[in-house]
Each structure stands twice: as C-alpha cells, then as structure tokens.
C-alpha cells in the first residue's frame, strides 16, 4: 500500500512540535522508528532528522479503519499523521519530546518498507561495509544525521564568514590540465580530443593564484580535489577543501583572519571559546621538542637532545650513531618506571616501524638506583649526568633512540603519542591549536634522488635564506604554514612566489628543466608577465576539521557518500566497467592481462 499525501502539509518536523501549542492539530512526517500494540493502544515512534516524536493511536479518537491501518504499521514505513499534540502521562526524559506525543486522528503510509537489512539506530554494531552498501539507510541513523548535519551547519558558518571578511565565492574547474607533482592525478580521458587527458584537480592552486592575478584580491571556495594516492586507512580519493587565497598580504595577514575564522567555527558549533592568538611554533622547534610537525599539544612529553651528554660516554649504540652525524634523543615517560618489561618491548617494536634499532631505556627505581638496557656500558657518572639531563625522578622511565635525525624524531614522536593514549591524555574535547611555521622549504626524495617541494613548488622561500638556494638548498626555510589541532594538520597554506626569477629558479632546483616547466605550468608563467600582487593563501581539510569537531573516529562518518579504502564505492558499484562502445569513443582499449597484473600487484 502506498498512499499519497494529497491534502494534507507537514506542519511540523518531530522536534519542533516544541514550538506548537498543546491542544492544537499538527501534520508530522516521517519513519517508523517501532510501532508497539498494547492492546488498544498503539505507540509508534515517528522519526526524521529532528529526532523522534511519539504518536499514540487509539480506537476511540482515531476510528477503526486508522487504528487497524496502525497496525499494520513496521519499521521504516514512511508514514504522515494528523493529530493533537497532548502531554504526555508519563514522560520520557530521553528524548527531546519526551513529554509530548500526538493522538493521532488520521494516518496516512506513504510508503511501506521491506525489512531493512539492519536496524535503523545509533550506535550501530552493524559492520560498515554492510552499512556502506546500504549508505542510504544508514545515513537515517540519528547519530550518523547528526554529524552530517552539523558538517552542513560549518559549511554554512565558513561562507558567513568569508563573505563578512570580503572574500569572494569562485568557482573554479574540476576538469584541468595534468600538473602533477606531489600526488598522482586522476585523468579523464577527453572523447573530442581522443589520446588526450583532462585531470581532476588535486585542489585549486594555481588557478586561485591567477585569480589574484586577475584582481579579485580575496577568494575562497569549498572546493573538491582528487588525489590517485596509494591506499591508505582513512583517506578518500576525493575531499573537500576550504581553499582560499589572499593579495597584497603576508604571513601574519592569513593567519589572522584564519585565527578569527576558527574562533568563530568552534564558538558556533561547539560552543568552544578559542583564545587568540593561537601558539605559533617552528618547524624545527615543533620536530625537537615533539619529534612531529603536527604536535599534539594536550600533553607534555617533550623530547629532549642528549648527544652532547652521551657524545663521549661508554654505549656504542649511542656514540656510533652520533659518528655518523646522528644524534640521541630521550624521553621522560614520568611515573612510568614500573613498566613491565613486555610492553617496553611493545613500544620498541614501534619505534622499529620507523626505522630505529632499537631503543634503550633507563627505569629509575623508588629508591633512586635504575635498572636500564645499557647499564653495563655506563659508567655510574655517565648515567648520572644522563639522567638529570631527562629531569628524571624516582618513578620514571627513560626512553632513547640514537639514529638519523628523522629516524629519531619520527620514532619518539610515535612513542610520545603511544604513550599519551595509554595514559589518556588525549582528551577529545581539550581543543589545542598550534601554527606550526617555518617549514622547510625542500625536502630530499631518496627515491627520485632529487629534491622536491616539501609544500608546492609555488610556496616562497624565506628571504634571509633565499641566498643558500645554491650551496645549502635543504637549509632554506619556507613562508609556510600549517594549522594543527591535537595532533591533526587540518590545515597548510603558504605565502606565494610571485616573481618569475624566484620561480624559474625554484623549478630548477626541483630538477624541472625550462621545457617541462614550460609545458605543464607556462600559463602561469605567462601570468606572471603582467603584473603579479604579492599573495598568500591556505586550504582546510573540510572533512577531516569536520571529523574533529563532531567527534568522529572517521572521516567517512561526516561524509555522506565516501569511499573505501581500496577507493571503491561499495553501494554504487564504483569504479565499474564500461560498454565498449564507451571506450571505442575515447579510443580506449583495455589491457586485460596488463589490468590482472597491476591489481595483483597492488593487493599484496
Ligand atoms: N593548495 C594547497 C594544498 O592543497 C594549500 C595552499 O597552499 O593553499 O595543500
């Protein structure tokens, strides 16, 4: 049965019934949460994205015929009700409306619903690549409603703001011009121009740079990227981004009105009173004291650099590693002395996974004596100027690694963070936001054996360094910046290169040769002929900020749609096949063998 609501205007959605008066006649509708017969009395649970609002049906005030068609009623019907909004005899303290319910008069099942696949409820213990399958009816679930609804609600609160603080919305292409460099581009074959490929943007930089070219002077866009990475938990091939951009400014300039924007972001939707100015740290500072470039600032831990202290003690595993230009960090896991010994294998096997050997430790006894891996190398004075180097007390644990200095950093900083979440210092609703500054503006690829662009190859270089582009390019330091809350960057921009010179011999230091250059970036280059304003800009990870501020363990939970992790939509099937006549229209034909072959190749 499926009837129609001809006649009849929702005059209410269930929570606002608050706003109605008792007594009077509301027109609700909705889903089916449960419907329970008691007898002559039916409840039904009426639900849509307000929330849930009890109707009661019964024999007397509605009639036979509508009692009988309650119930029939079952979970997920799509059902309208006219009725009187009553108080409720016993109210509910659960829920919003707890204290209201409608006697209902009329009944109306606009739709009815097989049994759905699993039950419609918060907190779902159903596994998600069911609930992904079935996306549509797992988006019904309150808590599931409510993130997505809130991500819409910060949407809205950043266009308010932009457009206050005199940026401009602009719209900007998805289907571009292959520039990569960084992440691998998603291409779109062109059928009018068959061999040919569009790319979907990895986000909007260039053109926002010509944008302020061309005068528009602030801009900002809630814009889609792409990026073909490899596959990683908790990344989506396709994300959404705050992107702005801003002319005849500098650092300080983004970073305030950013700082004005995130105070206003968490006063609107969480009620969370952000103090300005923001803790500003950089790069180098945020890698020594917290082995990170998005440190977690809810707690301390800091590292610390003993090399000086050890450079000459009696362990080998230190004294080798400074040799050969290394160096050796602790820290001081304060009150931790007592670990046992099999989960200080735990956390060594960490380190391990970012390339440390090892890593020693000291555990300062009640009494004051240690017990450590490396005793037996020390001296007793050695380990005495180590440990009041870590500040360490009876009580505490002392940890090392000695190795390259991103083996170190990246290791303890893993420690640090492990041991924070063991000790549950990492409060969700503690919100720390950090700028971290800085940044270098190279980074060396053991890979490609050549330098690339720690940011974009756009971002410009600091000018008190700008003269070591020569002889010392890995020591010159970037205008850029990130914004980073609890441990997450969810947020980077840079103030830009605009001057050609500074450009041309940017690409040269990337190992682009002047053709290349030319080839994949000349139309900016041509820009930069006429007239360049001085820019800057910044991009928001829209769904990761949004994960953060609804309190989500996933990014996919404030997206309505996302993918998986191996980039596949599981409710539509994507990507798919495609007819043949499809690709004989791109001039496209598929390698079978070759396709075989790079998925085994990729699912290992
Ligand atoms: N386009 C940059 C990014 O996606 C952000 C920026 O520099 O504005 O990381």
């Not at 602790?330 to 670990?339: D, F, Q, R």
């Not at 500040?391 to 893993?414: I, M, Q």
């Amino acid at each position: 049965m499926s009837e129609s609501m001809k006649g009849l205007k929702r005059t209410h959605r269930c929570a606002e019934v608050l706003t109605a008066e008792v007594g009077s006649t509301v027109t609700v509708m909705g889903w089916v949460q449960r419907s329970r017969n008691k007898g002559g009395l039916i409840f039904t649970d009426l639900r849509d994205r307000t929330g849930i609002l009890q109707i009661i049906f019964e024999e007397t005030s509605c009639g036979r015929e509508v009692f009988e068609k309650a119930a029939e009623l079952r979970s997920e019907f799509c059902i309208a009700v006219v009725g009187t909004l009553e108080k409720r005899s016993a109210p509910n303290s659960q829920i919003p409306t707890g204290a209201l319910e409608v006697r209902a008069e009329q009944l109306r099942i606009l739709s009815e619903s097989e049994t759905p696949p699993f039950p419609v409820e918060e907190n779902s213990k159903t596994r998600e690549e069911l609930r992904l399958k079935y996306r549509f009816l797992d988006l019904r679930r309150p808590d599931l409603q409510k993130k997505i609804m809130t991500r819409s609600k910060i949407a809205a609160v950043v266009r308010q703001f932009m457009i206050e603080n005199g940026f401009l919305e602009i719209e900007t292409p998805t289907l571009i011009k292959s520039t990569p460099e960084g992440a691998r581009d998603y291409l779109v074959p062109s059928r009018v121009h068959p061999g040919k490929m569009y790319a979907l943007p990895q986000s909007p930089q260039l053109l926002k740079q010509l944008l302020m070219c061309s005068g528009y002077d602030r801009y900002f866009q809630l814009a889609r990227c792409y990026r073909d990475e490899d596959l990683r938990a908790d990344r989506q091939p396709e994300f959404t981004q705050i992107d702005m951009e801003l002319s005849f400014v500098d650092v300080d300039d983004v970073i305030e009105v950013n700082e004005r924007l995130l105070q206003r972001l968490f006063r609107e939707i969480l009620g969370v009173e952000v103090k300005l100015p923001i803790q500003r740290m950089t790069w180098q500072d945020a890698m020594d004291h917290y082995g990170s470039d998005k440190p977690d600032l809810r707690f301390g831990m800091q590292l610390r650099n003993v090399t000086e202290v050890v450079r000459n003690c009696g362990f080998g595993v230190f004294t080798n590693a400074i040799k050969a230009g290394g160096t050796v960090r602790g820290i001081n896991a304060e009150g931790l002395g007592t670990m046992p010994r099999k989960k200080i294998d735990a956390l060594t096997d960490t380190a391990k996974t970012y390339g440390a050997k090892g890593l020693a430790y000291v555990a300062i006894q009640p009494d004051g004596t240690v017990k450590s891996s490396f005793q037996k190398f020390m001296k007793p004075e050695e380990m005495d100027a180590l440990v009041r180097a870590m500040d360490g007390k009876p009580g505490d644990l002392l940890l090392f690694a000695a190795d390259r200095n991103k083996v170190v950093w990246d290791s303890l900083g893993a420690i640090r963070l492990e041991l924070g979440r063991q000790l549950g210092l990492m409060k969700k609703d503690d919100y720390r936001f950090l700028w971290v500054t800085e940044f270098p503006l190279l980074e060396w690829s053991d890979e490609e054996n050549r330098f690339k662009a720690m940011h974009h190859p756009f971002t410009m270089p600091m000018e008190e360094d700008w003269d070591k582009i020569d002889s010392d390019p890995g020591s010159v330091r970037a205008k850029a910046y990130d914004i980073v809350l609890n441990g997450t960057e969810i947020g980077g921009g840079s103030v830009r290169i605009h001057q050609s010179d500074i450009q041309k011999k940017m690409f040269e230091v990337l190992g682009l040769s002047d053709e290349v250059a030319q080839q994949r970036f000349g139309f900016l280059l041509e820009a930069f002929k006429y007239g360049v304003p001085p820019h800057a800009g910044l991009a928001y990870g829209l769904d990761r900020l949004a994960m953060i501020m609804v309190g989500a363990d996933t990014i996919r939970d404030v997206i309505a749609f996302p993918k998986v992790k191996d980039a596949t939509d599981l409710m539509m099937n994507a990507p798919d096949v495609v007819e043949q006549k499809q690709l004989d229209d791109l001039a496209l034909k598929v390698d079978e063998e070759e396709a075989r072959r790079i998925e085994a190749a990729m699912k290992k």
